[in-house]
């Protein structure tokens, strides 16, 4: 055997990995596309993303990539066109997976494999402009108005930048007055009709995280001076405080109103010696696009299949639009997610664990597309305590039903 003989991967498909010819082996898939729109990984835990290709584009033979949060590319984000990546195929159980070895490794148009890291800060960014902190600031730049001794920092551990004007010592707080901003690099917004800012972050101990954490755009500031010397305009934003360290949440932000310019964005964190809380910011996309688009509609009976009996039970369309005129009905789709738990009434799309961990045992939501992440186009299903049903399909105790047909 030749020694420091690089592994060729072998050129193949999805299907081709499912029938167990490339298990173990490195592989290579052309013309693939990630599902969704996100990191490599949620933190502190493995990140579960979805890849199809041409061959089945609506994801009923999708491919798990699964990414653990310690991998050095775990919060960048996903590559958002389509293109060719070398992974290693595995098995877990009854779950095809692929394992990237490096980010180096994808190929897809307009993906930067650094995350941004190697772009030259304080230059004039184009869109998609994407920002991660998993290993550095990037192009973006901390400058602390208020409070020397705080300031925005960088944990590695957390794959994020972190500022508080919270400080513990033994079983003793202290909290002190900070105004700190996290500020990027120009970025041009002409040429397009819409633009959109996706914030993830967790944001903890504040009384008000409206009111201390905000978002900001001026069209005059200098790289690296002072905020204070430039005109700033407040960029609406509606953030919500997390439950714990594992509850990221992302938000997003409508930045239309600037469109046809030049424009520096910020966020900006203030505390007082009587209330800090803590924000971690995990990545800062700015793309051409429309904040809270509208939902596409939900299907209706006409779009609908089947009987709803046990050997021809209807599709998940078909069940939308029933489900206030039948009782009792036979119905299958693609599990794709659950509720979350403490709620009692589902509204939007936040409601839903789409990917894992998820929390509550009580319930899965399906679809006729393993890739849906709408809510308007699910049924939730109700699993009832002590039935096998609930034992053998709630997501919490498997999550490898996750993207499985049920009926």
């Avoid at 402009?129 to 300031?151: E, H």
């Avoid at 600037?258 to 910011?281: L, P, R, W």
């Avoid at 021809?312 to 078909?318: I, M, S, T």
Wanted: charged share 15%; with cysteine; hydrophobic share 35%.
């Amino acid at each position: 055997m030749a020694n420091n003989k690089p592994i060729e991967p072998a050129r193949t498909t999805i299907s081709e990995i499912k029938t167990g010819r490339y298990l173990a082996g490195l592989v290579r898939l052309e013309n693939v596309w990630f599902t969704e729109q996100t990191t490599f990984a949620q933190l502190n835990d493995y990140g579960n993303r979805y890849l199809v290709d041409a061959e089945n584009p609506t994801g009923s033979d999708r491919f798990v990539v699964r990414t653990s949060s310690y991998a050095n590319f775990a919060n960048n984000p996903l590559p958002t066109d389509t293109g060719n990546l070398v992974a290693i195929a595995s098995l877990y159980r009854d779950t095809w997976q692929l394992i990237i070895r490096s980010a180096s490794e994808l190929e897809f148009n307009n993906y930067d494999p650094t995350g941004g890291q190697n772009a030259d800060p304080g230059e004039v960014q184009s869109l998609p402009y994407k920002q991660s902190f998993g290993s550095g600031f990037g192009t973006y730049m901390s400058y602390s108005v208020i409070g020397d001794d705080q300031f925005w920092k960088l944990e590695t551990l957390y794959n994020a930048v972190v500022m508080t004007g919270h400080i513990q010592e033994g079983d003793q707080h202290f909290y002190y007055a900070n105004e700190d901003w996290l500020v990027s690099s120009p970025v041009s917004l002409e040429g397009i009709e819409q633009a959109k800012m996706t914030l993830t972050y967790i944001g903890r101990y504040f009384n008000n995280i409206n009111n201390d954490v905000t978002v900001w755009a001026s069209t005059d500031y200098e790289y690296g001076t002072n905020p204070a010397m430039a005109t700033w305009t407040q960029v609406p934003a509606n953030l919500v405080t997390s439950s714990s360290w594992s509850d990221t949440k992302t938000a997003e932000l409508s930045l239309s109103q600037f469109v046809g310019q030049t424009v520096t964005f910020a966020v900006k964190y203030i505390s007082s010696d009587a209330n800090a809380g803590t924000m971690e910011v995990m990545s800062i996309f700015i793309e051409e696009g429309n904040a809270g688009d509208n939902p596409p509609p939900g299907p209706t009976p006409s779009e609908g299949e089947g009987t709803g009996t046990a050997d021809d039970p209807y599709n998940v369309a078909a069940g939308i639009g029933l489900q206030n005129d039948e009782p009792t009905a036979w119905v299958h789709g693609y599990i794709v997610g659950a509720v979350k738990s403490g709620l009692t009434s589902v509204s939007s799309n936040a409601d839903i664990n789409w990917n894992g961990p998820f929390d509550l045992a009580t319930n899965v939501i399906i679809a006729d597309d393993a890739a849906c992440r709408e809510i308007s186009q699910c049924i939730i299903v109700n699993l009832p305590a002590g039935k096998p049903l609930r034992t053998q399909v709630n997501l919490m105790d498997n999550p490898g039903n996750l993207g499985k047909l049920r009926a």
